[in-house]
Each structure stands twice: as C-alpha cells, then as structure tokens.
C-alpha cells in the first residue's frame, strides 16, 4: 500500500492519496476555523434554552454557546441556569469547536484546547486524559504516569495515541511549546481590542504534519522548497522515528493537476456520481440532513435478479463510504438503497456499511434501517464540507473554484463556438456562393472624394434582413461591407 501526502503550498491545498487515489482533501478556512480562538462579547442571552450568542467581530456572524460549553466559568458552583453565569456585555475567551454552516454561526465553548502532535492543553480544566485509541492496557498505565509528572499546575493534559512507543523526550518537548504557545495568547488576549481574533492556525503545513503524518505515509510532496524545510523542520521537532521521502515537486504543470486534485474537488461538487456497476448515486446536501438515493440505472430491467439488486447496493455502499469522505459530509445522512425484499440481503448490507465506515476517522455512526428500507446515519462535524467552503461568498477559495469553473467553461465554450463557425460557414456556402447567370449593370456610378462607392438612382436589393429571416444579420453585415 503506497500512501502519500501531496501538498499545495501556493493554493493552500493538500490531499491524502492512496494507492494513487485521493481519499481526503484538506484545506484552511479563511474565516471561521476549527480551533479559532477569540475574545468576544456576549451579545444576547437566551433563558429558555440555557444559551447565548458571543459577537466575536465586528462583522460576521455570531458564535452560539451552550451552558454545557462553559463549565470552566461555573467554578464547581451548580448553576443550571446560565443567565446566572453569563450577562449581557460581558466579556468571554472562547474557541470554535464546530464551524458555521450557511445560515448557522460558529458553535462555541470556554474549555480552551491547545492541540500539539502528542499532547492536548487544557489551561482551564485540571484533568488527566488518556486517548481511547490506546488500547494497550500497559501502554495507558506508562502513558498515565507520565502525565501525572508532566501536568502543570492548574492546567489538564490530554494524551493523544500518537504518543505511544514515542521517547519521553519527544512528548515533553510537545508540552514545552503548548505551554509557550498558550503564554504568547495570554499576553494577546490582555491587549487586544474586543471582539477580536486572538489566535488562528493558518499554517497548512504544521497542521498537515502534526494530524495526518504517521508511519503509514511513505512520500510526502510538496510544490515549494520554503515548504520542504518547513516539513523537515516539524518532523525533527516531533522527533519523528520514520524517514520519510520529501520530494520537492518542480514541473511547470500545477501540481493540482499534476495528481487529479482538482478534477476530484470538481466532481465532489456535482450532485450525481457514477458507480462501476452501471448505476449511480444523487446527492443531495442540505443544511439540516443529506439525502442520497442509489438508481440502478442501466440496471432497471425486467430481468434483474436478486443477487444483481445486492452488488448493485454493495457498490453503491463502498461509493458511499468514499464520498462521505472526499466530500466531508456532516451531520444526519439518509441513503436510499435500491429495495431489497430479502431481510439477510438487508443485513449483510448493512455490515458491508458498517465495515466501511470504520475506516472513516469522523466515526460515522448507522442509526437504523426504517420500515420505508432507509438506511439512517450520523457523521461528525467539526469543519466544514466541500460544498460549503467552495459555495460561501468571500472565501478564499471561492476565486480557486471560479477559475475551475470558468476553465471548464472556457472548454464547452470553444465546442460551441467551433459549432458556431461550422453552421455560419454552412449558410455562407447556402446563401453567397450562388452563381447569377444573368449580367446586371449598375448605371449612375460615381465616386466620392473619400475613394468610397456610392451608388445613384436605382439601388440592387441583394437582400432583405426583414425577409430572410434565417440569415443572421452579422453574415449580412459582413457581405455588404465587402461589396
């Protein structure tokens, strides 16, 4: 299995392949990000569902905050209401822990993570976590310890499974630079106006390397040598065991296109994709839920059996569980499979879907099969999907997709006028290439002093743009102006 990382550092980019197919797009929000921390002001308070609305700038939509969100404030009191924790006009550290959709602002919380390669800071909790991806009982018990000795006072640390088998070296220097990180935002939040941004991660390197590189990743490649160095840089910090190819990509076609990223964003875009077995999927994205609905298509005949119905839904599934990724699908998801009468068929689909899902890292979760045979499923959010960042007005990448659009086209639009030409040399071969038999003598000709022709007393019609009306009036142009 080759598994690679391709990175744009000029278009802020980068794609997760494997085995030479894309499987994960990753990308900066410009705007509202995951992590995003700022200082703002509560705007209003709303009693009845125990939540308030935080500006966090002076333009763009407002975060929403939750009682549950803000225990760091409740200091061990039991306060259930939060008009009794929170007022008006008040001033609050927050951080983004899910993303705005199009009519929705930026889900808040006061619990302040600070997220390294091996280690999560948590200033305002005094706790001690282990990831539950360590399943090693005796790897948890050593990680634990660890922590115990590394925990600054007053502050909670998390352990994140790629901690394990990594030298205690590693993880206390991880631990150094949270609590540096975590200072420098203390002084930046004492002396910034309100509201305000008070820290971002724009650094799509750092943020590639620290979540997506593991021992798994065989060639890291990138369009940028500042990036290179960038790369090598985090990797030796990280004290990462595993060499790693770096290749500094240098051909003159952009490396988006160089590896299919950008056809792929394209047709994560479209609303229908093709399955191999003849039929293919509609995908329908709405703010509230997903809907996607398996057609057999070429498949629709008469003679289908039963087993012919299951492949057809088995590959729809596993293109299911590809576009849920590529497309970064949030939130409820219905799919319609194509109707199954049999209940085992139903079944052994539903662990076909089971088994793909648990490759997905957002841990997609099948709720139910319903009695109208619709299969029910919810699939974390935390940032955005594909369609919203592309579709939000002043994004970044909203000029990125204009120009994959426009290239696109740029392309149907040449084939027309090419059609365009075709039929217009068509009418002028009809129409101006007849031969008169007749000789027709033109009597009372002079010319004027601009060297131009004018023509005196009886005048030729040759034609009439108001009856021929199939001959455009360009043509008709054009062939007077040459006499």
């Known amino acids: 299995m080759i598994k690679k990382i391709v990175i744009s ?167 150094y630079y949270l609590k540096k990180q975590w200072n420098y935002i203390e002084k930046i939040a004492t002396s910034s106006p309100v509201p305000s941004l008070i820290y971002k991660e724009k650094d799509l390197i750092k943020k590639i390397t620290r979540d997506n590189y593991t021992d798994a990743i065989n060639n890291i490649i990138i369009d940028s040598e500042d990036g290179s160095k960038k790369i090598k840089y985090h990797l030796k910090k990280w004290l990462c065991k595993k060499p790693v190819k770096l290749q500094i990509y240098k051909k003159n076609e952009c490396i988006l296109e160089e590896f299919n990223i950008k056809d792929t964003i394209l047709e994560a875009l479209q609303p229908q994709v093709k399955l191999p077995s003849g039929g293919h999927l509609i995908i329908d994205s709405n703010e509230a839920l997903t809907v996607i609905d398996v057609n057999s298509g070429s498949l629709n005949k008469s003679d289908n059996s039963k087993e012919t119905i299951l492949h057809t839904n088995f590959y729809a599934a596993s293109e299911i569980a590809y576009q849920l990724k590529i497309r970064n699908i949030n939130g409820v998801i219905i799919i319609d499979f194509i109707d199954m009468l049999s209940q085992q068929d139903q079944l052994q689909l539903l662990e076909h879907l089971n088994q793909l899902l648990r490759l997905d890292h957002a841990k997609p979760q099948i709720v139910q099969l319903s009695e109208l045979g619709l299969v029910e499923l919810t699939r974390r959010r935390r940032g955005q999907s594909l369609q919203e960042l592309f579709n939000m007005e002043s994004h970044a990448y909203i000029s990125l997709y204009s120009r994959l659009l426009s290239q696109f086209h740029d392309k149907n639009k040449k084939i027309k006028n090419q059609e365009k030409f075709l039929l217009n040399k068509s009418i002028r071969y009809l129409f101006f290439h007849k031969k008169f038999t007749k000789n027709i003598v033109v009597k009372n000709k002079i010319l004027n002093k601009n060297n131009n022709f004018m023509y005196i007393g009886n005048t030729i019609c040759l034609l009439d743009p108001r009856k021929n009306y199939i001959i455009p009036i360009t043509i008709y142009s054009e062939i007077i102006n040459s006499i």
């Open 9 to 175: 550092r000029f278009n802020n980019i980068a794609a997760i392949l494997d085995n030479n197919k894309i499987q994960e797009i990753i990308l900066i929000n410009d705007r509202y990000q995951v992590n995003d921390i700022y200082i703002g002001i509560v705007q209003k308070i709303f009693s009845s569902i125990n939540a308030a609305f935080v500006k966090l700038n002076k333009h763009g939509k407002s975060g929403f905050i939750h009682i549950s969100d803000i225990k760091p404030l409740k200091k061990n009191r039991h306060k259930n209401h939060i008009a009794e924790i929170l007022s008006i006009n008040q001033i609050l550290l927050v951080q983004i822990i899910k993303e705005p959709t199009i009519n929705k602002g930026p889900r808040l919380t006061t619990n302040i993570n600070l997220l390294g390669r091996y280690i999560v800071l948590m200033p305002f909790c005094n706790t001690i976590c282990i990831s539950q991806k360590v399943y090693d009982q005796n790897e948890r018990i050593y990680l634990n310890s660890l922590a115990v000795l590394l925990k600054p006072s007053a502050m909670g640390i998390l352990i994140r499974s790629s901690a394990q088998g990594m030298p205690e070296e590693a993880i206390v220097k991880d631990l």
